[in-house]
Every structure is written in C-alpha cells, then in structure tokens.
C-alpha cells in the first residue's frame, strides 16, 4: 500500500514538474517576437489562460497594459479581443477591467471638488478638465443622477492652455462644488484670486500613475474604470452594480 502511494506521488509530481515546464516552454521566444516588433514595450506576465493554442501575454507600455496572445514559438501574435461565444462574454475586455482597476480607498480624495446629491450613498470619482467638452457634457448627465456623492480630480490637459487657471480658481472659490457646476454648466468663470495652495499638480501626478490620460475619466468603488463620456442610464447600472470597494 505504501509503495503504491508512493508511486502515486511521484507520478504527480512528475506530471507537476512537466506542466511547469510546458508553461515555460516559449517564453524567451514570445519575449522576443514583442521585443521584435514593439521594443517601447514590456512583457510582465506570460500565462496559458489564452484561447487554445495560444498563451495570454500582458505588455506594458507608456499608457497601461495591454494584453495580446502568443502561440508556444513566438511566431505569432493576436492583438484584438477574445470572445467566448456561449456566454457572450469578453475574456479580453475582463482580463483588462481586473488588470487596470484603481483601489478605492487608495484615491486622495481631499483633493477633488465634492459634489452631494440626495443622500449621496452611492459614490463615484472622475478626472475632468474644464476645458473638455466631453467633460461638460458629462456634467450634464451627472445632474441627472440622485443620491449620488461625485469627487471630481480636476486634471487639466497640456492640449488646453487655460485649464490650469480655471482650475485654480475653482479650487480657490469659497464653495468649490458650486463653483465647478457653474463654470461646467453654465459657463460661468468663477471671480477671485487663483493663488491659493491647490493640489492641481498633485491630480496631474496621480493622473499618471493611474495611467489616465484622457478626460473624462470615471472610477467606481469595485476598480472598474470607464474612460469617456457615458449617459446617466448607463452610469445608473454601473453605480449600482460597483458600489463594493475593490480590496
């Protein structure tokens, strides 16, 4: 009985140690084909949880992660989404919402402007420059939301050159939230002095480390990010769906 149970772990073992080598077998050469073709980029991580035949490889570059796959030999490489068909759903697209979630808790929000509706329970952070378009119109879907608390990180972009200032005085205005609606909502520049010590320079630096380089950017409490304009149905569903904090 003993020898058979030895003979047993061995067996697993051995099988153990050739999946492990399986998993590693190809991996210099995947990291070479990426290289080959975009050396600005790195390889983090190398697994076979690709569709069959292929391994998911996840590349970082300057904006983020990225995640492609590789066949065993590093002969090719499939950039695009994967969709399994019977559930419908987007293996690439989940892989990427786990990989570029934010921690809540990890948000310095004493540096955005705090806007209450309601009863303010459910919670959401955006990134939003005042000069952006889009970002007006998000104000405007935004007011369309109830019971709702908005932490807004104004981040102004290098593309609009008066942003900074605006940005300035709202942040110097003595009712910051009243303020930022009315300059996104009915374009009124609020008056005052622009001076005063803001964290305008801290949000473009926390922009960066979470690779957010476009505006409007929303972050929900579960880490899901959603770049971009989205109307108040769309934003009703994931509100109520993301309000548990990502651990």
């Known amino acids: 009985m003993l020898a ?6 061995a067996a697993c073992a051995t099988f ?12 210099a050469e995947i990291r070479q084909a990426v290289r080959a073709l975009a050396p600005e980029l790195r390889v983090s991580s190398i697994s076979k949880s690709g569709p069959p035949g292929f391994m998911e490889v996840v590349v970082e570059g300057p904006r983020g992660p990225m995640v492609v796959y ?3 030999k590093g002969e ?6 994967l969709l399994e068909v019977k559930s419908r759903r987007n293996m690439t697209q989940e892989r990427m919402d ?3 979630e934010v921690k809540w808790d990890s948000l310095p929000l004493q540096q955005a402007v705090k806007v209450v509706r309601g009863n303010g329970q459910r919670k959401l952070a955006v990134f939003s420059d005042p000069d952006c378009p889009y970002c007006r119109k998000a104000e ?5 939301l109830d019971n709702v608390t908005i932490y807004t990180f104004m981040y102004p972009l290098e593309s609009h050159p008066d942003a900074p200032r605006k940005s300035r005085l709202v942040w110097c205005s ?11 909502l009915r374009g009124k520049l609020p008056t005052g002095k622009d001076d005063c010590k803001n964290p305008i320079d801290d949000n473009i630096a926390l922009a960066a480390r979470l690779r957010i380089d476009g ?12 770049p971009g304009y989205a109307e108040a149905t769309k934003l009703e569903g994931l509100l109520n769906t993301s309000q548990t904090v990502a651990k």
């Not at 058979?4 to 772990?9: C, G, K, T, W």
């Not at 153990?16 to 590693?24: D, F, G, P, V």
Request: charged share 25%; hydrophobic share 45%.
């Open 174 to 184: 003595k009712d910051r939230g009243q303020a930022w609606l009315d300059l996104m």
């Open 98 to 100: 786990k990989l570029t």
């Open 215 to 226: 505006t409007p950017a929303m972050l929900f409490p579960n880490g899901k990010r959603v």
């Open 16 to 27: 153990c140690l050739l999946a492990a080598s399986a998993a590693r077998a190809g991996e």
């Open 70 to 72: 590789a066949d065993d």
């Open 76 to 81: 090719y490489l499939l950039i695009g989404d």
């Open 140 to 144: 405007q879907e935004f007011v369309k």
């Open 4 to 9: 058979r149970h030895a003979s047993l772990f």
